[in-house]
């Protein structure tokens, strides 16, 4: 017999780690002097951080609906709100850099040399850095709503 909610423990553990891991290699490549191929890198990855989050999603909200401990236990936990919160944040702070690279990739298609000026990846950095500070909040709010804090 298959325990459901251990499958979807794992699934979603797995795509976790995963778009923090696609998050960090954003951060590491998005630096000044940016060359063609860097921004064509930039972006395959930053399309894998957007499927690999939709899998987080998925596998979460699986978790809520067939996992143990039943949706009733997520939906009055305001930890539980709070963690969708924190991750809805990251996702908002997620659209100024993926619009920026997808204008990027416009823009060398027609221009070859392109490369976007120190300022704007300066700008650009400051949402990874909110992204990363508000990504923290999400595991400790998960493991607080795992273990009954939070319930209303
Ligand atoms: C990047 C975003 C997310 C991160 C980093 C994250 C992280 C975690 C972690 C670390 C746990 C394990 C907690 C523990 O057992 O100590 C967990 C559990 C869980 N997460 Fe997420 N999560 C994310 C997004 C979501 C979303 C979007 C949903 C639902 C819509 C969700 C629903 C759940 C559920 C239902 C559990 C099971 C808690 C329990 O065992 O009772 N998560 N998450």
Not at 129 to 142: Q, S
Request: glycine letters at 10%; aromatic letters at 12%; zero cysteines.
């Amino acid at each position: 017999m298959i325990d459901i909610d251990l499958v979807l423990a794992i699934a979603h553990h797995v795509a976790v780690f995963s778009v923090f891991g696609l998050l960090i290699a954003e951060v590491v490549l998005l630096r000044p002097g940016l060359t063609a191929d860097r921004i064509k890198q930039l972006g395959t990855i930053d399309g894998a951080y957007g499927a690999m989050s939709l899998l987080v999603i998925i596998a979460g909200v699986a978790r809520v609906i067939w996992g143990a401990a039943g949706w009733e236990y997520y939906v009055t936990n305001w930890a539980f709100w709070a963690k969708m919160a924190a991750f809805l944040l990251v996702g908002l702070l997620s659209l100024p850099p993926t619009l920026a690279v997808m204008g990027w990739r416009r823009k060398l298609a027609a221009e070859p040399g392109f490369s976007p000026d120190a300022g704007e990846v300066a700008r650009l950095r400051r949402f990874f850095a909110g992204e990363l500070v508000a990504f923290a909040f999400i595991p400790a709010f998960a493991a607080a709503m795992a273990r009954g804090y939070g319930a209303l």
